[in-house]
């Protein structure tokens, strides 16, 4: 493969965009002003994160409005894509479709204590949620980043949890950070990551955000080339991931959907997952949730009116991986281990190959 001219010249095609544009992919739909899920209106991202030898993680809340929500839920949908996961909260709210809390993220190691964070936090604002008023039912998810972290430390704590919601806001920081300090991904560095379509045909807005944790180098795909083996060749030492350790795809639309039609967005981005080259390996745990922030007065979107939705969900899910890719910086962490960035190898190819 490595000395065939069409697949050469598609090699370096990427690596000069790369070097003269520091862009990868070429998005078919109109991002969002920022190319963030913040571009929908109300939604803010907080993290918290650890940086500290051994310790590498850190925890991200995902807030979706300024409202209660515990009082005023917001519509939604889940799909998982791989159920080898250990969430909190999917249950109920595949049940009954709405979300009542912020959305936490963190490592594996950690979900007691954000959901722990997440019934303190509404209990501040309703306090009596689970006296006169029901119990809550608190949105956790998690990816597994013990390759990078020590999570038998147990270092992310409740209050770690409640200062990410409350540090929340639209600019936010991507890659390394947060829950995705200590994350890996195609056997590089994971992380945070994000990106958003704008719909003109409905005026609307699909933004995502991901914790990706997931996949194989060597079957690792950019603009549509499997470019793995090229880094492979690029790092002098690697340790090899399998298609395992789990995404978290969070995705946000201000367009007003039922809790059916937003699972079957959630359920797309699976598309944007494997134009990448995942499979959805045995041991990664692969959820997508997608909210609307639309007023519940709102008439639901008519199927016919879906198709462009679904399109920004696998397009959205794709570019927020690389996103993520791209933003993160390399992390040396738990006995040593380490992951390069993206970015770096890229510029080390470049320098190679042109």
Not at 265 to 270: E, H, I, N, W
Not at 312 to 329: H, I, P, T
């Amino acid at each position: 493969m490595a000395h065939d001219p069409y697949i050469q010249t598609r090699l370096k095609c990427l690596l000069e965009r790369w070097q003269t544009q520091r862009m990868v992919g070429y998005p078919q739909l109109q991002p969002g002003p920022t190319n963030r899920i913040s571009d929908v209106r109300g939604v803010k991202v907080g993290h918290v994160t650890l940086n500290e030898g051994d310790i590498q993680t850190g925890v991200s809340a995902i807030v979706p409005s300024d409202d209660n929500l515990f009082i005023n839920p917001l519509r939604a949908g889940a799909a998982v894509l791989n159920g080898f996961a250990k969430p909190i909260g999917l249950t109920q709210l595949d049940e009954l479709g709405i979300l009542q809390t912020p959305i936490l993220l963190g490592n594996t190691f950690s979900v007691g204590r954000l959901f722990t964070a997440a019934v303190q936090y509404t209990v501040s604002q309703n306090p009596e949620a689970g006296r006169e008023m029901a119990t809550v039912n608190p949105l956790v998810l998690e990816c597994n980043d013990g390759f990078l972290n020590d999570q038998q430390a147990f270092a992310v704590t409740e209050s770690m949890a409640i200062d990410a919601i409350t540090c929340a806001k639209s600019d936010f920081e991507r890659g390394s950070v947060g829950a995705g300090r200590g994350m890996s991904c195609f056997g590089l560095k994971g992380g945070i990551g994000t990106s958003s379509r704008y719909i003109p045909q409905l005026n609307a807005t699909l933004g995502v955000l991901v914790l990706a944790n997931f996949g194989r180098l060597q079957a690792l795909r950019l603009d549509g080339l499997a470019i793995g083996p090229w880094v492979e060749s690029a790092l002098s030492e690697i340790a090899a991931q399998r298609d395992a350790g789990s995404i978290i795809i969070i995705m946000a639309t201000d367009a007003p959907l039922s809790s059916r039609q937003l699972k079957r967005v959630a359920k797309r981005a699976g598309a944007g997952l494997g134009r990448l080259g995942s499979y959805w390996g045995h041991g990664s745990g692969d959820i997508g949730v997608a909210f609307s922030t639309a007023s519940e007065a709102a008439n639901d979107l008519d199927d016919s009116h879906l198709e462009e939705l679904l399109c920004a969900a696998a397009e959205g899910c794709e570019f927020a991986v690389l996103d993520a890719l791209l933003q993160a910086s390399a992390v040396k962490g738990f006995r040593d281990h380490s992951r390069s960035a993206l970015s770096d190898v890229l510029d080390h190819l470049a320098a190679t190959i042109l």
